[in-house]
């Protein structure tokens, strides 16, 4: 599955700028991509573009060529799994119930769950390092485990592309890198992900190619390489940074500077 978007236009009732100004890009199938920018840059108004809950004002946004209007929201649901920043659950779940949600758009009317479903919810499960909690009520989690269930709720749609919104926000260095690596595998296997993030080093590290957002606007797109420049993202941020190969990755790794000497704090 592809994600594209041309020109994309998006404006809010009352807003003084655009929240999406000309925003152009090309997500190829099984890739990683990463969304990145400041507060209030664009990240969050591209994603419901994409999953088609804004309309934009000019522009179009595209799933596998297809204008995401032109997509059923069945059809969307079968074939995207989303993670949202946040959300209100808003009666008594179980860890299990929740992640069982994601079966739902491959059930008919008054079906129950088949031995296919059973499987992609238990996979789902131990892929989010939640099998021990499937008995809890959802509301007595702490934040970090919260996301890690919702995450597994959309990987037990077992779509063809998944949408993250800040998905590793809340969770700890073990968890983080657990969930950033299991979506790094997944685009391996063919799974499109759309990731976006505040975590530039992190993003760098796992992603093909990054989008970077400035004021709605497109400040720089490609491989990691090519985005993560000093320049750039003093600019896009509003604060020096050096930018060196992180030890380990060999990824560019962004060490934020003293703004009054320019100097490493």
């Known amino acids: 599955m592809t994600f594209e978007t041309r020109d994309l236009v998006v404006n809010y009732p009352g807003g003084q700028r655009a929240a999406l100004d000309g925003v152009s890009m090309d997500v190829p ?66 860890v299990r119930e929740m992640v069982a949600m994601g079966r739902y758009p491959h059930l008919g009317p008054l079906e129950g769950e088949k031995e296919s479903d059973r499987r992609a919810i238990s996979n789902a499960l131990a ?17 970090g485990e919260v996301q890690r269930v919702r995450i597994a709720r959309a990987l037990a749609q077992e779509p063809t592309a998944l949408v993250l919104d800040e998905p590793t926000s809340s969770l700890d260095i073990r968890h983080q890198m657990a969930i950033l690596e299991l979506l790094r ?31 709605g606007r497109v400040a720089a797109e490609g491989p ?28 560019p790794r962004v060490i934020p ?9």
Not at 81 to 93: D, N, R, T
Not at 190 to 215: P, Q
Not at 224 to 233: C, H
């Open 257 to 265: 500077l003293r703004a009054d000497r320019g100097t490493a704090s």
């Open 127 to 143: 892929q989010c390092d939640v099998t021990d909690l499937a008995g809890r009520d959802v509301t007595t989690l702490s934040g």
């Open 185 to 215: 595998d997944s685009a391996n296997r063919g799974l499109t992900v759309l990731l976006v993030t505040h975590g530039l080093d992190l993003a760098a590290r796992f992603a093909d190619r990054m989008l970077l957002l400035a004021d």
């Open 29 to 94: 199938k099984g890739s990683l991509y990463a969304v990145l920018g400041p507060n209030g840059s664009g990240k969050s108004s591209l994603m419901r573009s994409l999953l088609g809950v804004l309309r934009p004002t000019s522009g179009e946004a595209l799933i596998d060529g297809r204008p995401v209007g032109g997509w059923s929201r069945r059809e969307l649901a079968r074939s995207v799994g989303a993670v949202a920043q946040s959300e209100v659950v808003a009666f008594p779940l179980t």
């Open 224 to 251: 990691p390489a090519e985005v993560m420049k000093e320049e750039t993202l003093a600019d896009v941020y509003g604060w020096p940074v050096s930018v060196e190969p992180d030890p380990v990755s060999g990824t």
